[in-house]
């Protein structure tokens, strides 16, 4: 059993959409990380937070301590949020070094 | 504003042949990583080093050794490449470690054949 799940794992709306990922965990963590890995490969950290919500943009992540579990929002989705978006946790049973990751949500917006 | 840079972006090798991958930071950053990512799944841990003069093993350590040179610089050695090490490598840097927002390097797609 992944320590990270994200749902769903494949995605497509259209563009002006509000789009949800879902990102649970199993561990205790010290901060949750939303990364977006863009359709060249290369990876941008969009969030880390240990508490509650961060707005960036048409971006927000919360994140719900007690329930283990995080949303990344989009909000008027445009093509070019196309892409995965990828959660990832540090946990002190790891010395906070070691992300633990999950698998990636694959995001298409459709003109 | 270079960020985490890696060398080279693209590489071909022969099974058996040895290469170095070279990752350099320049925010003065404590920990270093390098992933790899094979198609169609997650990021996989390597090695990581926690700060200058440390390095440990992450979830896939076989084939691979790592140099912290200094604070900037951490690159990853394949002694004798394999098929199975054909990946995307990323090196990745953060202040300190996984509380600590991470920055990568573009990538290096290595092919061995």
């Known amino acids: 059993k992944n320590e990270v799940e994200q749902s769903p794992q494949n995605l497509t709306a259209q563009e002006g959409e509000f789009i949800t990922i879902n990102c649970s965990y199993s561990?205790?963590?010290?901060?949750l990380h939303w990364l977006q890995q863009h359709p060249g490969g290369g990876i941008v950290s969009l969030f880390m937070l240990s508490s509650g919500k961060k707005k960036h943009g048409r971006l927000i992540a919360t994140i719900n301590i007690q329930e283990k579990h995080s949303s990344l929002h989009i909000t008027a989705s445009h093509p070019r949020d196309s892409a995965v978006y990828i959660c990832a946790v540090s946990s002190p049973m790891d010395s906070n070094y070691q992300l633990i990751w999950g698998a990636g949500t694959k995001l298409i917006i459709k003109p | 504003n270079a960020g985490v840079t890696q060398t080279p972006k693209f590489q071909v090798l022969k099974t058996g042949q040895s290469m170095t991958l070279q990752c350099a930071q320049d925010m003065n950053h404590n920990s270093m990583y390098w992933y790899r990512q094979d198609p169609g799944m997650g990021l996989r841990l390597i090695y990581y080093?926690?700060?200058?003069?440390?390095?440990d093993k992450g979830e896939v350590p076989n084939g691979y050794n790592v140099s912290r040179l200094n604070k900037r610089e951490f690159s990853l050695r394949l002694e004798s490449a394999a098929p199975s090490q054909t990946s995307v490598y990323f090196c990745a840097s953060s202040e300190a470690g996984g509380v600590t927002e991470a920055f990568f390097g573009q990538g290096t797609r290595l092919t061995v054949v």
């Open positions: 561990v205790g963590i010290s901060a």
């Open positions: 080093s926690a700060s200058e003069g440390t390095t």
